[in-house]
């Protein structure tokens, strides 16, 4: 079986470097894959050096800013005149900002966005002619359980989450007729560096640290009982390794009718389940369309 071709954004660290680096390390070389990130000048030598003999084999990196139209056309076009396809994006480059959102100036969020929201619909954009075509393909949003529930902090990210979330519902129903399948995995504390700067090790620190941010004494005083009055939020995620997500991105991919919606692990499934939706994976609301 020829190997499945695999577009990554944000390869340079953490999920996206740890998902290419699982894939492409694959014992059954199922997968050929293409790691993207902003600056290769700078950021690629850890991901080459931890790919091995996998360099050149069945990883490939390439330069690709989500921001950036040109360099999305670029390196799409380059994969497919090289390979004759992309079976799989996996639209993972993301930005985050902890400041308060009554003090953050107004360009991060335009930033936030212009990443985690745009970012995601520029490549989806760019690689769907190409599964449609083939009848066939994966897109996949790594989004979070912010995109679901929006903490009392963290306004900015949240929002960005929470469009991206519904770009990829809008757009999954038709694309399935084209059996390009575009689903969604929910992540909650993922021990990648910025977070550990914050936290460590410990989710409940991460709260602590972001709540102390808001600058009106009041209004963090409200804002740190919200946080501490809400166990799920607060102490019930565990932290998760990046290692983790690369396996659940790999379950998506290997998946012949996947699920519109994963969560990273069953907490968060749990509290999406009990709180948010009645049905975590979302295929409810996908065969509702498909009736149509």
């Given amino acids: 079986?020829?190997?499945?071709?695999?577009?990554?954004?944000?390869?340079?660290?953490?999920?996206?470097?740890?998902?290419a680096l699982y894939l492409a390390k694959d014992p059954q070389r199922r997968f050929k894959v293409y790691a993207t990130?902003?600056?290769m000048a700078t950021n690629q030598e850890d991901l080459k050096t931890q790919a091995g003999k996998a360099f050149d084999d069945t990883l490939f990196i390439r330069e690709l800013d989500v921001t950036k139209q040109d360099t999305?056309?670029?390196?799409?076009?380059?994969?497919?005149?090289?390979?004759?396809?992309?079976?799989?994006?996996?639209?993972?480059?993301?930005f985050q900002n902890d400041t308060w959102w009554q003090t953050a100036p107004m360009e991060t969020f335009y930033d936030i966005m212009e990443v985690n929201y745009f970012g995601c619909v520029r490549m989806s954009r760019a690689v769907v002619p190409y599964m449609k075509e083939k009848r066939s393909g994966k897109i996949l949003q790594i989004s979070s359980l912010l995109g679901i529930k929006a903490p009392p902090v963290l306004a900015q990210n949240t929002?960005?989450?929470?469009?991206?979330?519904?770009?990829?519902?809008?757009i999954a129903p038709p694309l399935r007729k084209f059996n390009v399948w575009v689903s969604i995995i929910e992540l909650g504390f993922v021990a990648t560096a910025l977070v550990q700067q914050f936290a460590g090790t410990d989710a409940n620190s991460f709260w602590k640290a972001i709540a102390s941010t808001v600058?009106?004494?009041?209004?963090?005083?409200i804002v740190v009982k919200m946080l501490t009055s809400d166990p799920d939020i607060v102490a019930g995620l565990e932290m998760q390794q990046p290692r983790d997500i690369a396996e659940c991105v790999q379950e998506v991919i290997l998946s012949t009718k996947p699920d519109f919606r994963y969560q990273s692990s069953k907490t968060i499934n749990e509290i999406i389940r009990v709180q948010c939706l009645k049905d975590p994976t979302g295929n409810s609301i996908m065969d509702t369309w498909m009736k149509q």
């Avoid at 577009?7 to 996206?16: A, E, F, H, P, Q």
């Avoid at 929002?159 to 809008?170: D, P, T």
Wanted: proline residues 2%; hydrophobic residues 40%; glycine residues 8%.
């Fill in 1 to 19: 079986m020829a190997s499945q071709v695999v577009l990554i954004t944000g390869c340079s660290r953490g999920i996206g470097l740890e998902t």
């Fill in 37 to 39: 990130m902003r600056n």
């Fill in 159 to 170: 929002s960005s989450k929470f469009a991206l979330e519904g770009f990829s519902e809008s």
């Fill in 72 to 94: 999305i056309d670029k390196t799409v076009k380059e994969i497919v005149d090289k390979e004759g396809k992309i079976d799989v994006l996996v639209n993972n480059a993301a």
């Fill in 215 to 221: 600058p009106d004494a009041d209004e963090r005083d």
